[in-house]
Nanobody, 116 residues
Framework: HVQLVESGGGLVQPGGSLKISCAASGFLFSTYGMRWYRQGPGKERELVAAITSIATTTTYVDSVRGRFTISRDNAKSTVYLQMNSLKPEDTAVYYC?????????WGQGTQVTVSS
């Protein structure tokens, strides 16, 4: 049974930091590329960051590059998103995604709210 469980979301002030996690089970995590998406209020879901299976390559959407860092621990089957210098426009539900070939798995999302 495939599961992706996000955690670590919450309320943070502008300029603050937050680290969210996604714990995977039910598939061979180390062979999958992992992604973080987000969907803000009234917006379409967008790709925020991606990391290859052995963490050799990371990519970011322009709006978060230099502020967010995606990483993974294959021994723990977990992917992380460290978010620094958070802005109100980063407010969204953040979703974890695992992809390999035709496999495309999603978590349930974790809410991140940036507000004073």
């Amino acid at each position: 049974h495939v599961q992706l469980v996000e955690s670590g979301g919450g309320l943070v002030q502008p300029g603050g930091s937050l680290k969210i996690s996604c714990a995977a089970s039910g598939f061979l995590f180390s062979t999958y590329g992992m992604r973080w998406y987000r969907q803000g209020p009234g917006k379409e879901r967008e790709l925020v960051a991606a990391i290859t299976s052995i963490a050799t390559t990371t990519t970011y959407v322009d709006s978060v590059r230099g502020r967010f860092t995606i990483s993974r621990d294959n021994a723990k089957s977990t992917v992380y998103l460290q978010m620094n210098s958070l802005k109100p426009e980063d407010t969204a539900v953040y979703y974890c995604n695992a992809r390999k070939g035709a496999d495309n798995y999603w978590g349930q999302g974790t809410q991140v709210t940036v507000s004073s």
